[in-house]
């Protein structure tokens, strides 16, 4: 083992170490949950139904659980009821069906903040089209075939990023990039 007898290098140590059982005491006690004892009363009210059992849910389930209840609290009244319609449509659901939404969800949580934008503003303007029209474009895009759906979402990447990297150049490159497009499709 090697010995370091510098000043300097024992402080340095010194901190690491002291900033390291610092940063593992949060986690430590995340690993433990939180004590049903602890949980205010509108969280208690809230989660009810997993008193008996709130001691064996691991931490992290606790901790979700924990934030719902604290959203519930602070919900209007419409909100409750659009809570309860999706819990209800949830619990309804096949474990097929609800393993295919996590890992939808999943999926959209990796993506970068400005694909997720993206997509939000493309549902905004789905949901905001006329029942009818929604209706059209959802028989059309079911009747194109898998490889069809394929190569117009690869189209709709393409064009989506060449956008992107348009807003991002210097007013004078779009021009010069415009042309270099033109060129390529007259060969």
């Known amino acids: 083992m090697m010995k370091h007898r510098n000043p300097k290098f024992i402080g340095i140590a010194a901190v690491a170490l002291a900033l390291l059982i610092t940063l593992a005491e949060p986690a430590r006690a995340q690993e433990a949950g939180v004590p049903w004892e602890q949980l205010s009363r509108d969280e208690q009210s809230a989660l009810k139904s997993f008193a008996g059992r709130w001691d064996q849910l691991p931490p992290a389930k606790q901790a979700r659980l924990k934030k719902g209840a604290h959203r519930w609290a602070h919900a209007t009244p419409q909100q409750r009821r659009l809570m309860k319609q999706r819990l209800k449509t949830w619990k309804q659901m096949s474990p097929d069906q ?26 905004k303007w789905f949901n905001n089209l006329p029942p009818e029209k929604k209706r059209q474009l959802q028989k059309r895009w079911q009747s194109l075939p898998s490889d069809q759906r394929k190569q117009f979402l690869k189209r709709q990447h393409r064009k989506h990023s060449m956008q992107r990297k348009l807003r991002n150049m210097t007013p004078d490159q779009p021009r010069k990039f415009k042309q270099r497009m033109q060129q390529r499709q007259q060969r």
């Open 98 to 123: 609800r393993r295919h939404i996590r890992n939808k969800f999943q999926r959209f949580s990796k993506m970068p903040p400005e694909k997720r934008q993206q997509l939000r503003r493309a549902r």
